[in-house]
C-alpha cells in the first residue's frame, strides 16, 4: 500500500509544472512557527514537570521530618534526596553546639553513605558567610567567583558549585544545610536555592520538634527514676505510708501498710479513709479531717487496736498535709509505725528490770553478752522466809503465789533501797549483793540497813493480813571476794555473783530463826561502829573446817533496829 501511495505522489509531481509548490502558499512558514512553539512548549512543560517533582520531593521530605523522632535516619534520608534533586555530590547539615561552634551532624555523598571523618572538608568561608549575613549563598564555579577564589578551602579542595542556605528557627540562626560538587560547574540554580532553602525552614522545626521530644523524654525518665526510687524506699521502709487525695480516697499504700493493717493493695485502693480508719480508731478519721482543714500535721497519735488476723496491736500515726512543688496541699499522708513488739519488749524489760537489778542491766551488751567475770570485794544478803514449806501446804496455789510475792516484794524494795542488786529469787528466799556492779565504799552497811529494812517491812505487812498468813524472814550477812559475771550458755545465761564468800552469807541465813539477822565478824567490822550487834555462839556451818565468828544484827545508829 506504502508503495502504491509513493507512486502516486510521484505521478502528482510530474504533472506540476515549473514553479508549483507541493504545498499550498505560506503553508511551510506557518509549518516553521508551530515548530518553535512546540519547542516551547516542551521547554515549559519540562519545566512544570521538574517543579512538580521538586514540589513532591519537598512534600516527601516533609513528611519524612515529620514521620518520625529519630532524627539521624529521617535526615540521612533527606540529605540523599538533596543530592538526588540538585546533582549535588555532598551534603551536610551543621548545628551550632554547645561551645557556639559549628558542628557537623549529618555528612552524605552521592553513593547514599555517611562521609568519613576524613571526607568532610567544605568551605568555611561560605559557611561563615551565611552565619554572619544570615543569607543563603550560591556559586556556580567558586574557582572563578571573586567572593571565594582567592580563599584556600576552595582551591585546595578543587571546590565549584555550592549551595548553602541558613538554619533559622524563631529568626534565630542556628545552623546551615550546605550541599556542593567538586567536579562539575554551573550545576546549581536559583531553583535549587529555593528549593534547600524551603527543606531549611521544615528542618529547622523538624529539629526543634526533636529537641522537645528529647527533652520530654528525659524529663519522663527522670520522673520515672524517681518514681522507681520512691517505690523502692516505700517498699523497703519499715513504715506503713498511705497517702490519700482531698477527697480522702486512698491513692497509694506500701507492703508495710498492708502488713501492718493486715489489709490487701487491692482493698486500700480508692477506698475513702473515712472507711478505713475507724475500724483501727474511731479518732483518726476526725484526726485526717482536722490536717485537711487546718493544713497542720498530727504527730505521734497512738492506738490500741484488735485488727482482724494480728489480734491486739500498738499502732503510731503521723498526719502530713500532702503538698506539691508550689505547696499547694492536695491529700494527706498517714505515716503507721507498728509499736507492739516494741512495747512488748519493754514491758519484758520492765519486767526484767524488776528481777534484776537496773545497775547491771545497764552495763550489759546485748550485742555481745560476753560469758565472764572479775573479782569484786561484795557484801552479800540472803533471806528466807521461815516455815514457808508447812505453810505452802495449806493454801491453793494461786492464793499462796499472791502471798509470797508480797513478802518477796516487801524484801526487793527494801534492797533496791539502799542500791543493792538482787541477785535472784530461789523460791520463797532473795539473793543480793552491794559494791557491784557499781562502787560503794559502805556496802557492808548498806546491807545491814536493808536487813532491818526487811524485817521493818515484814511488820508493817503483818498488820495487813491475817494472822495465819503471816511469816518472818531469817537474813544471813558477810562480806568477801567473790566472783561477779555471766555464767551460764548462750542459750540461757545469768548475771550472778559465785565464791566462798557467798556461800558463807547463805550458811549464817540457814541459821537465822525467823525475824533474826545473823553479820559475820567480816561484815560487821566492815560496817564499822554504826552498826549495833550482840555476839552469838560461832556457827558451825556446811562446808566450813572453822566456827563462822557471827553476830544478831540489832540495829543501825540513826536507823532501824531489829
Known amino acids: 500500500m506504502a508503495e502504491d501511495l509513493g507512486g502516486q505522489l510521484a505521478a502528482f509531481r510530474e504533472t506540476l509544472g515549473p514553479g508549483e509548490s507541493f504545498f499550498p502558499s505560506g503553508a511551510v512558514e506557518r509549518l516553521r512557527q508551530l515548530s518553535g512553539s512546540l519547542l516551547i512548549l516542551r521547554e515549559e512543560i519540562f519545566q512544570v514537570d521538574l517543579e512538580r517533582r521538586n514540589l513532591r520531593a519537598l512534600a516527601d521530605v516533609g513528611r519524612a521530618l515529620n514521620s518520625s523522632l529519630d532524627l539521624t535516619t529521617v535526615l540521612n534520608q533527606v540529605m540523599d534526596t538533596i543530592i538526588r534533586l540538585t546533582g549535588a555530590e555532598r551534603s551536610f547539615l551543621m548545628l551550632r553546639g554547645e561551645g557556639g561552634t559549628m558542628e557537623v551532624v549529618v555528612a552524605r555523598n552521592w553513593e547514599h553513605e555517611s562521609l568519613a571523618e576524613a571526607e568532610r572538608a567544605l568551605s568555611s568561608t561560605v559557611v561563615e558567610r551565611v552565619l554572619q549575613t544570615g543569607e543563603a549563598v550560591l556559586t556556580t564555579d567558586a574557582q572563578e567567583d571573586p567572593r571565594f577564589s582567592a580563599q584556600e578551602s576552595v582551591v585546595a579542595y578543587n571546590l565549584r558549585s555550592i549551595l548553602c542556605v541558613p538554619?533559622?528557627?524563631?529568626?534565630v540562626l542556628t545552623g546551615v544545610v550546605y550541599a556542593d560538587n567538586r567536579g562539575r560547574a554551573g550545576l546549581f540554580t536559583e531553583r535549587d536555592l529555593s528549593l534547600l532553602s524551603l527543606f531549611a525552614d521544615q528542618a529547622a522545626v523538624a529539629l526543634e520538634n526533636a529537641r522537645l521530644f528529647d527533652s520530654v523524654r528525659r524529663s519522663l525518665e527522670q520522673v520515672t527514676e524517681l518514681k522507681n526510687l520512691l517505690q523502692d524506699v516505700l517498699t523497703s521502709i519499715a513504715s506503713g505510708v498511705i497517702t490519700a487525695d482531698a477527697r480522702q480516697l486512698v491513692s497509694l499504700c506500701n507492703r508495710a501498710a498492708e502488713e501492718i493493717l493486715a489489709i490487701s493493695h487491692k482493698s486500700l485502693i480508692g477506698e475513702p479513709l473515712g472507711k478505713i480508719l475507724p475500724a483501727i480508731s474511731e479518732d483518726l478519721a476526725a484526726q485526717v479531717g482536722e490536717v485537711l482543714e487546718?493544713?497542720?500535721?498530727?504527730?505521734?497519735?497512738?492506738?490500741?487496736?484488735?485488727?482482724?488476723?494480728?489480734?491486739?496491736?500498738?499502732?503510731?500515726?503521723?498526719?502530713?498535709?500532702?503538698?506539691?512543688?508550689?505547696?499547694?496541699?492536695?491529700?494527706?499522708?498517714?505515716?503507721?509505725d507498728d509499736l507492739t513488739e516494741k512495747r512488748r519488749l519493754q514491758a519484758q524489760r520492765r519486767l526484767f528490770g524488776r528481777m534484776v537489778s537496773p545497775a547491771v542491766i545497764e552495763q550489759l551488751d546485748p550485742d555481745s553478752p560476753a560469758l565472764s567475770g572479775h573479782r569484786a570485794a561484795i557484801t552479800t544478803l540472803f533471806a528466807d522466809l521461815r516455815g514457808f514449806t508447812a505453810f505452802s501446804e495449806r493454801l491453793e496455789a494461786e492464793a499462796l503465789v499472791a502471798v509470797l510475792n508480797r513478802y518477796l516484794a516487801a524484801a526487793a524494795e527494801a534492797i533496791l533501797a539502799e542500791g543493792g542488786t538482787i541477785d535472784k529469787y530461789l523460791g520463797d528466799a532473795v539473793m543480793a549483793w552491794f559494791n557491784a556492779p557499781h562502787p560503794q565504799p559502805d556496802h557492808s552497811l548498806r546491807a545491814a540497813r536493808a536487813a532491818l529494812a526487811i524485817q521493818a517491812a515484814i511488820e508493817q505487812l503483818h498488820r495487813q493480813i491475817e494472822p495465819e498468813l503471816r511469816l518472818s524472814f531469817g537474813v544471813g550477812i558477810h562480806c568477801?571476794?567473790?566472783?561477779?559475771?555471766?555464767?551460764?550458755?548462750?542459750?540461757?545465761?545469768?548475771?550472778?555473783?559465785?565464791?566462798?564468800?557467798?556461800?558463807?552469807?547463805?550458811?549464817?541465813?540457814?541459821?537465822?530463826?525467823?525475824?533474826?539477822?545473823l553479820i559475820s565478824r567480816a561484815a560487821a567490822e566492815a560496817a564499822g561502829d554504826q552498826v549495833i550487834v550482840t555476839p552469838v555462839p560461832a556457827l558451825r556451818v556446811e562446808g566450813k573446817t572453822q566456827p563462822v565468828e557471827a553476830y544478831e544484827l540489832i540495829g543501825v545508829r540513826g536507823g532501824p533496829s531489829a
Open 294 to 336: 487546718s493544713d497542720r500535721r498530727i504527730i505521734g497519735l497512738e492506738t490500741q487496736s484488735d485488727l482482724p488476723g494480728r489480734g491486739r496491736v500498738e499502732l503510731s500515726f503521723n498526719l502530713t498535709p500532702l503538698k506539691d512543688a508550689n505547696r499547694t496541699t492536695h491529700g494527706v499522708a498517714v505515716v503507721i
Open 167 to 171: 538554619l533559622k528557627l524563631k529568626e
Open 480 to 517: 568477801g571476794e567473790a566472783i561477779l559475771g555471766l555464767v551460764g550458755t548462750e542459750k540461757q545465761i545469768n548475771y550472778t555473783a559465785i565464791g566462798d564468800s557467798v556461800n558463807t552469807a547463805k550458811r549464817l541465813q540457814e541459821n537465822a530463826r525467823a525475824g533474826q539477822v
